[in-house]
């Protein structure tokens, strides 16, 4: 099994956002009169229930449900679930935006993520994102149109000094993953260099999560080779 519940301990999941949503009281307040139906559907599937035994997850979890009680089977893994929760709320927040804001969105946040990792930080000033719009060699960021949707994202918080901050850590290093896939994907990295880029046992769940099956079975091939310490995760 990928994911390992051990990576993704209770006190690493304390932050504002998801640490009040993630109380009972607040999340029943949360989802009204759907919250017994939620939860019964949660139960209903084993893989989901598992995840959801962390009050984060089931946050999440619950949080996809209430915008599609439908989608309780595409969220037995730990990538799948922090998709559909981020996709779902960059579709909310980019409304009225334009045709292809949606994407837009989701790569300022990729390479917000993934610029912070570089950096080793955890926020970053507008100014500074805005150089690395400037610096974007395809030019698909869109300048001003990436800085409006991310001032607007219910993923990020805006400091008292004006830098980004994402509302969780996990939220970070799953765009973080979507950054490295999208780049394997489109074969600016290989397995090399993805290898050298995974540098935490949380970072390789997601990336492993959002691998095609064929990659993540070459991906066991080249680790078991090397006898990497991915296999501890």
């Not at 209430?66 to 559909?84: K, N, Q, Y």
Request: with cysteine; charged share 30%; glycine share 4%.
């Amino acid at each position: 099994m990928l994911f390992r519940s051990d990576v993704f301990q209770d006190d690493s999941l304390h932050i504002d956002y998801l640490g009040e949503i993630a109380r009972e009281d607040a999340l029943r307040k949360r989802l009204g009169n759907q919250s017994d139906r939620i939860l019964r559907v949660i139960h209903q599937h084993p893989a989901l229930f598992d995840q959801c035994r962390i009050p984060a997850f089931l946050a999440l979890a619950a949080e996809v449900l209430l915008g599609d009680a439908t989608a309780a089977p595409d969220l037995a893994s730990i990538s799948a679930l922090f998709e559909r929760y981020s996709r779902a709320a960059i579709s909310r927040d980019a409304a009225g935006f334009g045709a292809g804001s949606d994407e837009l969105s989701l790569k300022a946040h990729s390479v917000l993520a993934w610029t912070m990792h570089k950096e080793s930080t955890n926020s970053l000033s507008l100014d500074h994102f805005a150089d690395v719009i400037e610096r974007d060699r395809d030019g698909s960021l869109e300048g001003k149109r990436s800085i409006e949707l991310l001032r607007r994202s219910s993923l990020l918080n805006i400091d008292a000094h004006r830098s980004l901050v994402f509302n969780h850590m996990l939220i970070r290093e799953y765009f973080i993953a979507e950054r490295l896939v999208q780049r394997f994907r489109t074969d600016r990295l290989d397995f090399t260099d993805l290898d050298e880029r995974v540098d935490s046992d949380v970072l390789a769940t997601f990336v492993k999560g959002l691998l095609s099956k064929k990659d993540l079975a070459r991906l066991r091939v080249f680790l078991d080779h090397d006898n990497h310490p991915w296999h501890q995760y």
